[in-house]
């Protein structure tokens, strides 16, 4: 069965105080790695799409790594308005269009 | 740009009561999906559709039917309310099943 364990489940961070955020999966087969921001009351936000081991993606101050077995969320130099819930769901090769997420981790930046 | 729109953002039932949640999407996508988020769970999947007409189970199927008559529209109906399906409900579209999900802003259901 696949499984996505993300770690920690809430993060307090200073502005400026880099961090990064685990995801690791178990799959059979990986088609696709996700990364999600939520804000609270709103729907997820896709950031970045991950296919294979090695793979880094970059957006602003995220910047997402994948590995066989996990994948970091990297954030550099964070400010408040990275304050969210990161999600990251995994898409098995057996498991057209379906998406399993993990519990996601609350980031809080403060200034 | 309206992309995913949910109606509605509310709702509070009584158990027993039927409703239904309605989703659509003005991208064009092929896709759609249904999932509902509980605290400490993640998104789980409930229902999702390839295309006009077709409809499958997810994860967590028991107690919802769906439907997809146009292919903007996706409908998730719960025919008798129960408290254990409280929770905020996602829909979600996408233009082939590899390609990322776009969401709406979610229904708050409380059922009584």
């Known amino acids: 069965e696949d499984q996505v364990t993300q770690s920690p489940e809430a993060l307090r961070l200073q502005e400026g105080e880099s961090s990064s955020l685990n995801c690791s999966y178990t799959?059979?087969?990986?088609?696709?790695l996700f990364w999600y921001r939520q804000d609270p009351g709103k729907g997820p936000e896709f950031l970045f799409t991950?296919?294979?081991a090695g793979e880094e993606k970059e957006k602003e101050r995220l910047k997402a790594t994948l590995t066989k077995k996990e994948s970091f969320l990297h954030i550099t130099a964070p400010k408040p308005e990275d304050s969210a819930t990161y999600l990251c769901?995994?898409?098995?090769?057996?498991?057209?269009?379906?998406?399993?997420f993990g519990a996601g981790t609350q980031v809080v930046v403060t200034p | 740009n309206a992309g995913v729109t949910q109606t509605p953002k509310f709702r509070v039932l009584k158990t027993g009561q039927s409703m239904t949640l309605l989703c659509a999407q003005d991208?064009?996508?092929?896709?759609m999906y249904w999932y509902r988020q509980d605290p400490g769970m993640g998104l789980r999947l409930i229902h999702y559709?390839?295309?006009?007409?077709?409809?499958a189970k997810g994860e967590v199927p028991d107690g919802y039917n769906v439907s997809r008559l146009k292919k903007q529209n996706f409908l998730l109906g719960l025919e008798s309310a129960a408290p254990s399906q409280t929770s905020v409900y996602f829909c979600?579209?996408?233009?082939?099943?590899?390609?990322?999900?776009?969401f709406g802003d979610g229904t708050r259901l409380s059922i009584l």
């Open positions: 769901a995994v898409q098995a090769t057996d498991s057209w269009g379906k998406l399993q």
């Open positions: 979600a579209s996408s233009l082939t099943g590899t390609q990322p999900q776009h």
């Open positions: 991950l296919y294979s």
């Open positions: 559709s390839v295309g006009e007409g077709t409809t």
């Open positions: 991208m064009n996508h092929e896709y």
């Open positions: 799959v059979s087969g990986l088609r696709g």
